[in-house]
């Protein structure tokens, strides 16, 4: 668990498992600029991000402290992009459209009762539907005109690396996802580190 990414994971037999993600991110920008010596506050900018999403799959123990698994499935989520003059408040800009994505994910890990190491490679195809562009005017806060991104389907391919350690109920988590794209058509963050925490709530029931 952390701030704003919720993920759980449920046991339904021993080899086949369940499991739901739910993320929000809020970033908040001011532009600022400096003229006869006196700093004056320009633009404010927000960027929302949603997304809900779960999946299913298959998992395999290996000996006694390594597991195989591999998930697939699929969420739904939003983002808009609002810019606000300021001292005013007046919205001058903003974007809004639904998305969908769709995953395939195995990985291969270890774990103890203080340690655990996980690595994956997830492959993702992420759509942009019904964008309302009413009032978009294209300031280009980002580096594309967001009126293209209904026009492609992006997919990307994310290895990432997960550690755990404490106890046995719970563990504090580091992790590193690396998104490369397969196509050139979208900007986006490259590189993202998070830091959680992990709770084991029972043997077949795990919540971060």
């Given at each position: 668990?952390?701030?704003?990414?919720y993920?759980?994971a449920?046991?339904?037999?021993?080899?086949?498992?369940?499991?739901?993600?739910?993320?929000?991110?809020?970033?908040?920008?001011?532009?600022?600029?400096?003229?006869?010596?006196?700093t004056?506050?320009?633009?404010?900018?927000?960027?929302?991000?949603?997304?809900?999403?779960?999946?299913?799959?298959?998992?395999?123990?290996i000996?006694?402290?390594?597991?195989?698994?591999?998930?697939?499935?699929?969420?739904?989520?939003?983002?808009s992009?609002?810019?606000?003059?300021?001292?005013?408040?007046?919205?001058?800009?903003?974007?809004?459209?639904?998305?969908?994505?769709?995953?395939?994910?195995?990985?291969?890990?270890?774990?103890?009762?203080n340690?655990?190491?996980?690595?994956?490679?997830?492959?993702?195809?992420?759509?942009?539907?019904?964008?309302d562009?009413?009032n978009?005017?294209?300031?280009?806060?980002?580096?594309?005109?967001?009126?293209?991104?209904?026009?492609?389907t992006?997919?990307?391919?994310?290895?990432?690396?997960?550690?755990r350690?404490?106890?046995?109920?719970?563990?504090?988590?580091?992790q590193?996802?690396?998104?490369?794209?397969?196509?050139?058509?979208?900007?986006?963050?490259?590189f993202?580190?998070?830091?959680?925490?992990?709770?084991?709530?029972?043997?077949?029931?795990?919540?971060?």
């Open positions: 668990m952390s701030l704003n990414n993920q759980v449920y046991a339904v037999t021993n080899n086949i498992g369940i499991m739901a993600n739910g993320q929000r991110k809020n970033f908040q920008y001011t532009t600022s600029y400096t003229s006869n010596g006196t004056i506050t320009g633009a404010k900018d927000t960027n929302t991000k949603n997304l809900l999403e779960g999946g299913i799959g298959y998992f395999k123990p000996q006694d402290r390594g597991v195989f698994e591999i998930y697939g499935g699929g969420g739904l989520g939003n983002i992009f609002d810019r606000k003059d300021d001292p005013s408040g007046n919205s001058i800009d903003n974007y809004f459209a639904k998305t969908s994505r769709f995953f395939i994910q195995p990985s291969l890990g270890y774990t103890d009762d340690f655990g190491f996980a690595f994956s490679l997830r492959y993702v195809r992420l759509k942009f539907y019904d964008a562009l009413s978009y005017k294209d300031t280009r806060f980002f580096e594309q005109d967001l009126r293209d991104l209904e026009n492609f992006y997919t990307f391919v994310e290895p990432s690396a997960t550690f350690a404490g106890w046995d109920k719970i563990k504090f988590q580091l590193g996802i690396l998104s490369i794209s397969t196509n050139s058509f979208i900007d986006y963050t490259p993202v580190i998070s830091l959680g925490i992990h709770f084991n709530l029972a043997p077949r029931y795990n919540i971060e």
